[in-house]
């Protein structure tokens, strides 16, 4: 169990890797949509080769059409790759002014309470997890978290308005990984999921990119940088491996977990490469007591309260 655990840790590290590339293309070239797209897109085109040579991950999309057909899983999983969709464009219109650490930690306050419900529903792979003392106290610290990496920016009105979008987009993701890791049981691989979302993510982000553009034009130029198009690579890694952690874990450790890794190298990213200013305590605090959060809640796993 333990493993699923490490594995989604690491995801969350990829998570917050991609929010840094992202953020930075985005300001680069002065265009969200587009650059929500190329990350998106590039992840796309990474799977679409890989699709090529995977004949289990090609079965997997027969297994899970056939499952739709007969009824045993929602067709509207299908559509999480919309979640994601909308996740990276808030990373390329948010980070750039808030900073990684601190859009990272509001992502996870949303993340959290939206799994902290979704368990308690059942509908997830790894069953019904319902509300419990060390569940409700491990989102109680991580709400505290949130506050406390707050501090020092609450008189940024701009950052708080924008601060909305993550945590919105913390609760969709949350329904994201439950859908992936539920078509990732019928396909019996996390790739075919990890698939179908980019396909349908790279989908919404040239609808939202091509009309952006209508109005205001597309770049005139573009950063050489090789390092500010890994944000699609990261993304493949992330959602594999939600995808496949979320079976064994359950909807809220997998998202305390993830967003672990993502708030401590999100904070290691804003202090040795800052993009705005930052309170250094209270984000190190912050990822403190979210460290906690998760052992609070993780410890569901071994005494089953």
Not at 36 to 44: E, M, R, V, W
Not at 87 to 111: E, H, K, P
Not at 226 to 244: H, K
Request: hydrophobic share 55%; charged share 10%.
């Amino acid at each position: 169990m333990w493993v699923s655990v490490t594995v989604a840790l690491l995801a969350g590290g990829f998570m917050a890797t991609q929010s840094r590339i992202n953020g930075e293309l985005s300001t680069r070239i002065n265009d969200a949509p587009i650059a929500a797209l190329i990350s998106f897109g590039t992840g796309t085109v990474i799977l679409l080769v890989f699709l090529v040579f995977s004949p289990r991950t090609r079965s997997g999309f027969r297994l899970l059409l056939t499952s739709i057909r007969q009824r045993r899983t929602a067709w509207l999983f299908t559509l999480a790759g919309a979640s994601g969709a909308a996740f990276v464009f808030s990373q390329s219109l948010t980070v750039g002014i808030t900073g990684v650490a601190l859009f990272s930690i509001t992502f996870v306050c949303g993340l959290t309470l939206g799994s902290y419900v979704i368990d308690a529903t059942g509908i997830g792979p790894a069953g019904r997890k319902p509300f419990t003392a060390r569940r409700t106290v491990g989102v109680l610290l991580a709400i505290v978290a949130v506050t406390v990496s707050m501090l020092g920016r609450l008189a940024n009105a701009d950052a708080l308005i924008l601060l909305i979008l993550p945590f919105l987009f913390g609760v969709l993701v949350a329904w994201q990984q439950i859908a992936n890791g539920s078509m990732a049981v019928v396909a019996r691989t996390p790739l075919t999921p990890t698939v179908l979302n980019f396909l349908v993510g790279s989908g919404v982000l040239a609808i939202v990119a091509g009309a952006y553009s209508l109005g205001q034009g597309l770049p005139k130029t573009y950063p050489t940088d090789v390092w500010l198009y890994l944000g699609g690579l990261c993304g493949v890694f992330f959602v594999a491996m939600t995808a496949w952690a979320v079976r064994h874990t359950g909807a809220l450790v997998t998202s305390l977990a993830t967003t672990t890794g993502q708030i401590i190298t999100a904070v290691l990213a804003d202090l040795f490469f800052p993009q705005s200013v930052v309170n250094t305590f209270s984000m190190l605090a912050g990822a403190g007591i979210m460290v906690l959060a998760l052992t609070v809640a993780a410890g569901v796993l071994t005494k089953r309260t």
